[in-house]
């Protein structure tokens, strides 16, 4: 992904002959709501639990069960709009979607057709070449189904009905989406969005965030929309992009020979990264909406909308502009420490434990640097990070007040690793302390320059690089403790 | 003993609380006769040694607080019971017990009553002579092979057969009014809102509403208090203040308007349906209403406008009987050929009829001319009742457009069948409150009912306005037994 991004243009286009093309992309982006219970019943909605143990009868739909609406979920469905800048509707409506499937136990999906929580609203993508806008079309709210197993038992499919009921927000982009990149750059932004707000973890290895993709291609420069084929149910980013670039392709290659496109639903195999023919347009399914009559249309007031606006955190955009304006980040910077909410917390934890001395180039560096490194290494989120910002902060004002160099602090951050011990300890018990005593280090240059006489004149006739090759006996000479300005400084004046 | 099962659900409990009659002989009472009356059909699932067992307790430790102190009650079976078999009429839930009480129900339990057993019904409550059971015909108490009306028939055949003191029954189109129509009791739907749907095999969710069934208004009254209540598991249910309908039952409807839609004046409607209306009219008056000519005026829409909404919401409210989770399973050759043969087999024609029906109106393509159309004309009823109740307090009219028929007679008909809905299905569309009392008697001497429709939440106008017509009327129920001969 950093690859991606550290592209300066994200523009993708296929030429074909003498035609150009472009890719028109709209996603439909499932998001779980986190939320102890389900949507519509108080069954946990933990993940990983044993097979159907999280199922209440309306979750597994016996006779005469009725849903209830989990007003928690509600709220949540309302601060992820108030979260897309999108207008949140005082009035909704939840629809029967029915189709039969073994792991649909109702023998219909409880979601909102025609009427939506939330209306229009858009997103800003941070691209290398400057920001975009992206259209939210609509955000609604919808129970998940079950889940059918066919690989554990030859013969029969098994059913899991932990998921069932389970609420989702489902997120309709508008089709402004342009490339892989932007896609990338969207699903990103979503993602933190929520996890800011709290309303959505968006692990996507749980399911947790997943998306239909729209795509289409057209000329470049054409303003109509070419047919579209719809992606289902694609988990990942990376084959977001993969099934994008492979049908993006396909659709060329089709016009190309002279042919139609069909609209329809298709499969991304990850295996063979192709995607393929679910359904025709002429074999969708006739799902028959219609208002669930054991719900009330769902109506929000305007001071109930405004008392969750309060409530909203301070969100990516406004984080980072304020990062630019009181920390002095850079944009790019910025970019990348408020992407996540928890780089966000930690550098800003970072950022307070400095204290009134704060550097706040060095803090950046020491966190998209040294620790994203180890992060990337271990695999693991920055929430689990084996640094504590309080740790990492006295670090870096250790070397902002001259105790530590930059080449020690690696080998102490080496050292905090093991246990998140304090810097400040391992200095004193390593003796890692800087030398920054003027007299002792003239003795050690003395010494250095004695020993080497020969290169010190060559130094003098003018061989300038030989000043690092001083620089270097000194520090080694210290065991790396010398401070190395004074160093500097004093090899200056005595050669 | 016979004398037990013969008295009103407000003398037994009379007699219960002045310690005449035990729980336990109560209970036998109900019991033994149940034995002798296997012919009717009544019971689908029979309860009664655990009836026995638990009327025996309550007598042991007795609570004359409760309103139904240790009364026995069959109840129709379409509400879930917790470890009881609950079929709905079905074949496709002929195994299943639920492991669950609905609240109505639990409301019974909670004052006292004792489940005696489930009685029979109209499968998923469709239909309007009980033929539809896959349990089988019920017989009418009335006459041999007439039938009970429907769906509630099992219900109001066993209140007419005294083999139970009330019952609940299910009310979607009318299916608690016409039964007592045609059995000569009472029935009462209440406001859609009034009784929690939870725990009830759904039929159309925008319309069920459980009620009372009784053998006189007073005991309609008594059982409506125990069963209508705010419940937070049924979004629809509502919140409204609930009066003590039996200690605020009163005859004095002096002054109170009562309207007269013309609209119910249908064509080729029986003459005896006519008198019996006009007759109403006079005992309304006698009463010390006043009778004022009031128009509902698209009544003749009513019935297809239900034709359409109680069937889609039907055909969605059914597609959980897959063979998947509960209930019937046949086997098939892959999940498709499953559902196929467990619904093929599971469903019987009325239910399959519906079904397809109702996933035709849902229709792409075909929402908008029948669904959506449905729902507009639905409000239009509703705002017809609206503007009438600006003027009157309550309506009369005929409870059904004749008196029972017999077995068979309309079965291969399913049109002739729905009109039997026609004054019924109106008050389901716009949610209000219902009952149907015994008001005489047609040639053959069979009950013919009349309705008295009510304001939203205003049972109580409705109930005493039955309550001071029903003295009036003196209506007896002429039951020769004939089944135990």
């Not at chain 1, 180039?361 to 989120?381: D, M, P, Q, S």
């Not at chain 2, 003993?1 to 002989?25: D, P, R, V, W």
């Not at chain 2, 029948?370 to 004309?377: C, E, G, P, T």
Request: charged share 25%; net charge negative.
């Amino acid at each position: 992904m950093d690859e991606i991004m550290s592209k300066n243009n994200s523009e993708y286009l296929i030429e074909r002959n003498d035609n150009v093309y472009e890719v028109v992309i709209g996603l439909e982006v499932h998001a779980q709501v986190t939320s102890n219970s389900k949507l519509f019943s108080s069954s946990s909605t933990k993940f990983g639990a044993e097979p159907n143990t999280q199922v209440s009868l309306v979750d597994a739909a016996f006779p005469g069960m009725l849903p209830v609406i989990n007003e928690f979920c509600v709220k949540q469905a309302i601060k992820t709009g108030i979260g897309l800048k999108a207008k949140i509707n005082n009035k909704s409506v939840f629809d029967r979607k029915n189709y039969f499937y073994a792991d649909l136990p109702q023998g219909y999906q409880i979601s909102q057709y025609k009427y939506p929580i939330v209306g229009e609203g858009n997103v800003i993508l941070d691209m290398p070449e400057g920001q975009k806008q992206v259209g939210i079309e609509r955000l609604h709210l919808e129970q998940d189904a079950g889940k059918s197993i066919h690989d554990i038992d030859p013969s029969n499919t098994l059913v899991d009905l932990n998921r069932s009921g389970v609420a989702l927000m489902e997120i309709v982009s508008k089709p402004d989406l342009r490339s892989p990149d932007e896609v990338n750059a969207y699903i990103k932004k979503l993602r933190s969005i929520m996890r800011y707000l709290g309303t959505c973890d968006g692990n996507m290895q749980e399911g947790s965030l997943r998306a239909d993709v729209n795509v289409s291609v057209r000329i470049k420069g054409s303003t109509d929309l070419g047919t579209r084929c719809e992606i289902k149910n694609v988990n990942s980013i990376k084959f977001m992009q993969m099934a994008i670039i492979y049908e993006a392709n396909r659709q060329v290659d089709l016009i190309e020979e002279g042919q139609e496109i069909d609209q329809e639903t298709r499969l991304f195999d990850t295996k063979k990264n192709e995607t393929r023919s679910m359904r025709s347009k002429e074999d969708a399914h006739d799902y028959r909406y219609f208002p669930d009559p054991d719900l009330l249309p769902l109506e929000v007031t305007d001071e109930f909308i405004d008392k969750l606006k309060s409530e909203i955190p301070e969100l990516p955009d406004d984080k980072k502009k304020r990062f630019i304006d009181e920390f002095k980040v850079s944009p790019y910077d910025a970019t990348i420490l408020v992407s996540d909410i928890d780089t966000a917390k930690y550098f800003e934890e970072v950022v307070a434990k400095m204290g009134k001395n704060r550097n706040m180039k060095l803090a950046v560096n020491w966190i998209t640097g040294e620790l994203f490194a180890v992060l990337n290494e271990k695999n693991i989120e920055i929430a689990q990070s084996p640094i504590s910002a309080k740790n990492l902060a006295k670090l870096i004002n250790l070397i902002k007040n001259g105790t530590i160099s930059g080449k020690i602090a690696k080998t102490i951050f080496e050292l905090m690793l093991d246990g998140d011990i304090d810097p400040q300890i391992i200095v004193e018990e390593k003796g890692l302390k800087q030398e920054s005593d003027p007299k002792a280090l003239e003795a050690l240059i003395d010494k250095i320059i004695n020993d080497n006489r020969e290169k010190a004149i060559e130094y003098k006739q003018g061989k300038e690089k030989l000043f690092g090759f001083f620089v270097g006996q000194a520090m080694k000479a210290s065991g790396g403790k010398a401070n190395p300005q004074l160093i500097n400084e004093i090899l200056k004046k005595k050669l | 003993m016979s004398e037990i099962t013969s008295l009103t659900l407000y003398e037994l409990i009379k007699n219960i609380k002045e310690k005449k009659i035990s729980s336990n002989e109560a209970a036998k009472s109900f019991v033994d006769r149940a034995e002798k009356s296997k012919k009717i059909n009544v019971y689908v699932t029979e309860n009664f040694e655990n009836c026995l067992k638990l009327s025996k307790e309550f007598d042991d430790k007795p609570n004359f607080d409760l309103k139904l102190p240790g009364i026995p009650i069959a109840v129709k079976d379409l509400f879930c019971t917790n470890e009881v078999r609950t079929t709905a009429g079905s074949n496709i839930l002929n195994n299943f017990v639920p492991t669950y009480e609905s609240t109505v129900t639990q409301n019974i339990w909670n004052e006292g009553g004792i489940l005696l057993g489930k009685l029979n019904c109209d499968e998923f409550a469709m239909g309007s002579s009980n033929e539809t059971s896959f349990f089988g015909n019920v017989q009418n108490p009335i006459a041999e092979d007439l039938v009970p009306g429907g769906s509630s028939g099992g219900s109001s055949a066993a209140l007419a057969a005294n083999l139970t003191p009330v019952t609940i029954g299910t009310d979607t189109g009318g299916s608690i009014r016409q039964p007592a129509s045609f059995t000569g009791t009472v029935g009462l739907k209440p406001t859609y809102g009034s009784c929690s749907r939870y725990g009830i095999v759904a039929f159309a969710s925008s319309l069920d509403q459980a009620g009372p069934m009784s053998k006189d208004v007073k005991d309609s009254s008594i059982l409506l208090e125990v069963i209508s209540s705010f419940d937070k598991k049924d979004s629809t249910s509502i919140d409204f203040k609930r009066n003590n309908y039996s200690s605020e039952l009163t005859r004095n409807i002096k002054g109170l308007k009562i309207g007269i839609p013309k609209e119910y004046r249908v064509d080729g409607m029986p003459d005896e349906i006519e008198k019996l209306w006009k007759k109403g009219i006079e005992y309304a008056k006698d009463c010390g209403a006043e009778i004022i000519d009031i128009s509902l005026p698209h009544t003749s829409y009513a019935l297809p406008t239900y034709y359409i909404v109680a069937p889609a919401e039907a055909s969605s409210n059914l597609a959980r009987y897959d063979g998947v989770k509960y209930g019937l399973r046949s086997s098939g050759k892959n999940l498709i050929d499953m559902y196929e043969k467990t619904r093929s087999e599971g469903f019987g024609e009325e239910v399959k009829r519906r079904v397809m029906i109702g996933t035709y109106v849902l229709s792409s393509g075909y929402y908008d001319a029948y669904y959506l159309k449905a729902q507009k004309v639905r409000q239009l009823i509703k705002q017809d009742f609206d503007q009438a109740y600006n003027k009157v307090d309550a309506i009369l009219t005929p409870s059904t457009p004749s008196s029972a028929f017999k077995i068979g007679e309309k079965s291969n008909d399913p049109v002739s069948m729905y009109l039997n809905d026609i004054f019924t299905v109106p008050v389901n569309l716009a949610g209000l409150p219902g009952i149907s009392i015994p008001a005489g008697v047609d040639k053959n001497n069979y009950p013919l009912g009349l309705q008295i429709i009510g304001k939203p939440f205003d049972e109580q106008t409705v109930l005493n306005i039955a309550y001071s017509m029903e003295e009036k009327i003196n209506y007896k129920n002429n039951i020769t037994d004939w089944w135990m001969k």
